[in-house]
């Protein structure tokens, strides 16, 4: 019988996990249902803004999707790319752009905060237990970002030109931040590790 209800408690626990509106930072199990933040942070022309997690597991991982909350200022048009970087760990920044991980231009005139994410193909792939940067290039100062004002391990970056990506040396030079954004992507399991709910607490970090 306590084998039973052991049983009835994990299908419950899992079940739970499915259905609740994940919040959107980091690495998810499956597309966020809601924001992370409660901050609309404005944005700067040519920012890059991005923010360390570590990957989950520790074998293969593929990203399906990648995506982030953000709004537009009143009769505008806010653009920006999605992409994720390796970890410089000197530096404690990002340091170059995974295959496949770029996304196309997305545009919004939107005015309220809401989900814009990319479905990935062909699939980047990360590896579990190693640390990455998840963030977006903005183009125009016409934009605003989910995030928590702390707790998170971020960099800001403006000495690029959209959309060019920022060199090591330009990254080197960027402003750490505190801020905790809402910035997320979607693994599965490749190879290696095992399953890991969602609703665990991230490692998170950023930089914009």
């Not at 994720?84 to 170059?96: E, G, K, L, M, Y």
Request: glycine share 10%; charged share 15%; net charge negative.
């Amino acid at each position: 019988m306590k084998r039973l209800w052991g049983c009835v408690f994990v299908v419950l626990v899992l079940l739970f996990d499915v259905s609740i509106a994940r919040a959107a930072n980091g690495f998810q199990a499956s597309s966020p249902g809601a924001r992370h933040g409660t901050v609309d942070a404005s944005a700067a022309a040519n920012r890059c803004r991005f923010q360390r997690f570590t990957a989950p597991g520790s074998g293969t991982i593929t990203i399906t999707e990648i995506g982030h909350w953000v709004s537009a200022d009143a009769a505008t048009t806010a653009c920006f790319r999605l992409a994720i970087f390796t970890d410089d760990a000197v530096n404690n920044n990002p340091d170059v752009i995974v295959t496949n991980s770029e996304t196309s231009e997305y545009c919004t005139t939107n005015t309220s905060i809401h989900k814009e994410s990319h479905a990935y193909s062909p699939q980047p792939t990360l590896t579990g237990g190693t640390i990455y940067w998840l963030g977006e290039y903005q183009k125009d100062a016409n934009m605003n970002i989910d995030r928590i004002a702390t707790g998170g391990t971020a960099v800001r970056v403006t000495a690029a030109t959209y959309p060019t990506w920022p060199t090591a040396t330009q990254w080197d030079s960027g402003t750490d931040v505190t801020e905790d954004e809402g910035v997320y992507a979607v693994y599965v399991t490749t190879g290696g590790g095992g399953f890991i709910p969602s609703w665990l607490p991230e490692n998170g970090g950023l930089i914009e």
